[in-house]
């Protein structure tokens, strides 16, 4: 019998599987034959360069140009040139993997389950995906999933206080990646020909920002689980610090996976579907997932940038005309969020929903 959505059943951390050192990954983790189409890590190598976009230099023409490649072949680039000291990326690693390293007992004091039988989860905290139903299938990866944005709106409960320096240094790294928010974003409203600020002035001071530290332990059988089942992201930007030691993160082009490398100190920058949405579909929200591996484990840092809960999502009123109609119908940001989570559940993208 499923449950409900009120009273989420509670299951041991993917860490806590991982360190008991299963032979076999849990029933729930493990994906239907039908979606797995063979051998998950039989993905593509990148068929050309990955897009290097120098950020230091897109007023330039011929940047510009790189970014909009980038975005009309792959819905994402690699950000060189960010203006983040490689000092501060490397202690975001290292509080990171210090946190995950604890002892669980440390990391459960930022745990998302309110109390001990998780009948409040929330979105913030540490720990694994909801569950909902018996017959979900589960990500075999954790999460520490702190809000950033509006700053006025942190709850600092949930922030880890070990390692010392964890407050500090994200903090740091949020008021630095905001700035690189606004700067691409301003950029791609050049390349579509409208207001510089169109996109910037759809972010409110009460729209949220979150920081999502993904931790992926080793698994016995990669060929059976995912680390992230594949998605496109439903906010309006995401900036990825992506782990450049250990791959595991694959995008779909054309219905073939291909592997995403990674290089140091570089960030992952990629559309979520409220700016597919504004752009009208000219610039597209990429679908990603991420394998997992059967000796090492993986870390990765996402911030996801949206919009207010008021919002409405819609094309960009420069983006229409007789000869450009509306790709998508009009919905309040509030009601997407809520379909969107429904969709992913069953593997869906709720934008595609949406086209006209």
């Known amino acids: 019998m499923a449950a409900s959505d009120e009273t989420p059943m509670v299951r041991p951390t993917v860490q806590e599987l991982a360190a008991a050192g299963a032979e076999e990954p849990p029933r729930q983790y493990v994906l239907p034959e039908q979606d797995r189409h063979g051998d998950l890590l039989a993905a593509d190598e990148f068929p050309e360069p990955i897009p290097l976009v120098d950020l230091s230099r897109l007023t330039d023409a011929d940047e510009a140009e790189r970014l909009r490649a980038a975005l009309q072949t792959w819905g994402f680039f690699l950000a060189t040139n960010h203006g983040i000291e490689d000092s501060l990326m490397d202690a975001m690693t290292s509080v990171s993997r210090e946190f995950f390293r604890q002892p669980a007992e440390e990391r459960q004091k930022c745990s998302n389950l309110v109390d001990g039988n998780g009948k409040d989860y929330q979105v913030e905290g540490y720990g694994s995906d909801k569950v909902v139903s018996d017959d979900q299938v589960l990500n075999w990866s954790d999460r520490l999933h702190l809000r950033v944005e509006p700053e006025d709106e942190r709850n600092f409960a949930k922030w880890p206080s070990h390692p010392e320096s964890f407050r500090d240094v994200l903090q740091e790294y949020a008021s630095r990646i905001k700035k690189i928010r606004d700067l691409v974003l301003r950029s791609i409203a050049k390349l579509l020909e409208i207001d510089e600020d169109y996109f910037v002035n759809q972010i409110s ?49 054309d219905g073939r996976w291909y592997n995403v490398p990674a290089k140091p100190h570089t960030l992952l920058i990629n559309l979520a579907d409220c700016l597919e949405i504004m752009n ?77």
């Not at 089942?229 to 900036?239: E, F, K, N, P, W």
């Not at 840092?301 to 005309?321: C, H, I, K, N, S």
């Open 205 to 253: 001071n009460k729209a949220p920002g979150f920081a999502r530290f993904n931790y992926y332990p080793p698994c016995p059988r990669p060929d059976l689980v995912l680390g992230l089942r594949a998605h496109s992201d439903g906010g309006l930007l995401t900036i990825l610090f992506n782990d450049d030691t250990v791959g595991g993160l694959q995008v779909q082009r």
């Open 280 to 356: 009208n579909g000219i610039f597209t929200s990429p679908v990603h997932r991420v394998v997992t591996n059967v000796e090492m484990d993986r870390l990765s840092l996402a911030v996801f940038y949206a919009v207010d809960a008021e919002t409405m999502l819609e094309p960009a009123p420069g983006l229409l005309d007789d000869k450009r109609p509306p790709r998508y119908k009009k919905m309040v940001a509030k009601d997407f969020v809520a379909g969107l989570f429904e969709h992913f559940r069953q593997g869906k993208r709720f934008i595609d929903t949406l086209k006209i």
